[in-house]
């Protein structure tokens, strides 16, 4: 900022004051005072005194206020209301349906169902009001600790805990359940994004590309060494994604994929102990077991076909298969309301994705719009995969429906959510500075790849 008259500098204080993000203040003063001194220089030029020139400088702006106001107007921090609509909608939808399981099913275990239901809503929801006033960019500077943190708890994980078929995956924390690897999953992506973001736009050259490698194979053998081969399989699209985003090489990234694919395709080959392959490929004959290995996938068909357009309503009878109803939300669904509510989910859950996919081209600063690819891509692979299993005709696998299903997975799910909504709260408030070092980094990408 160059040095300016006392009256100059008066002048755009009071204008500032009335611009509540103050993000925007240094680039509005140098906006506005260029053009007052490009005018005051003007008006020199034809015989004005200094004072003369300033005093017209300041007239011809207008008031202060008034101005600060118009520019408040332009730069002041955002709400998406219909995300934010969208939320609402699915949240109630939730709590709706794990109401109608847990006063529907007689057995006691099933009871304290809704009450943790509802906790790790709560939770979730004060986690989203903190990200949506947080500043993500601060976690730009922490994604090197970040990614150290996550990668040290994968490591320790299995010499501390231990799940069902030697699955490593949830620790207790002051009565709350905590899924380390559905964590790990949504975080690391972003932290490695944010570590590789300017190396790989900028100079996209075989050693950063290898670094980039290193730093998802790590995470990646953690990952496996968990036997969480669900969020291992995420983690690996996740990657690829995000590699294609930040590089434009798409060619790279389809070998990428394919090698990708069949690594993990040989892992289920040749080290899966426990029958993961077989559980999959049981959708290819579901008539040969229909009340033994494919008896989730014939039991969804079922309910399904059985429902009718408007369901068996609230009372409706919970056989065997109901009893875990709480894993297949949109089943459940879809039984008491019918086909008809089934239609209306898809149609909001598509509006919803949407949203999310609308917010990038709004989105200048180069490490959001990372966020959003990250986070959108992640919801979209749960959301498409959890409607493919409402179908039956998909493998059932750990794979959450995002935020109607229950589990503690709703924290990450409004936690990213409230990440979405900070960083387009903060799209008007972005330096221009920022907008122009975008512009140009993403012509120079188009122009190498």
Known sequence: MTNRHERIQQYLDHMCVQVKAREVHNDLRDELGNHMEEMILDKEQEG??????IAYAIEQMGDPTVVGK???RLHRHRMHWGLLVGLIGLSITSLLLIWIFTMNVADEKYQSLYRGHVVYTVIGVMLMLFFIYFDYRKLKKAAWWIYILLNALLWINPMITTDIHGNSRYWGLFGVTLDLTTASVWILPLAIGAIMLDKLRSNCNMQSILTYIAMVMLPAVLLFQTLDWVRLFLFGIMCIVLFGWLTHKWLYTVVGAVITGSIFLLLLFFADQYGRLKRLSVVLNLQDDPYGSAY?????????????????????????????????????????????????LLVGIIWFVASMVKMLPRIWDDFGRMIIVSITTMFAMQIIYSLAMTTGKAPIISISFPFIGYGNHLMFDYAMLGLLLGIYRRKDTISKKNKKIRQKVDADVLTNS
């Open 48 to 53: 004005y005194t200094e004072e003369e020139a």
């Open 296 to 344: 989730s996938n014939y039991s969804i068909i079922e309910v399904i076909r059985s429902s009718g357009w408007w369901g068996n309503g609230i009372d409706t009878t919970f056989d065997r298969f109901k009893t875990s109803y709480f894993n297949y939300p949109g089943v459940l669904l879809i039984d008491v309301f019918g086909w008809s509510a089934g239609i209306l």
């Open 70 to 72: 118009s520019m408040h």
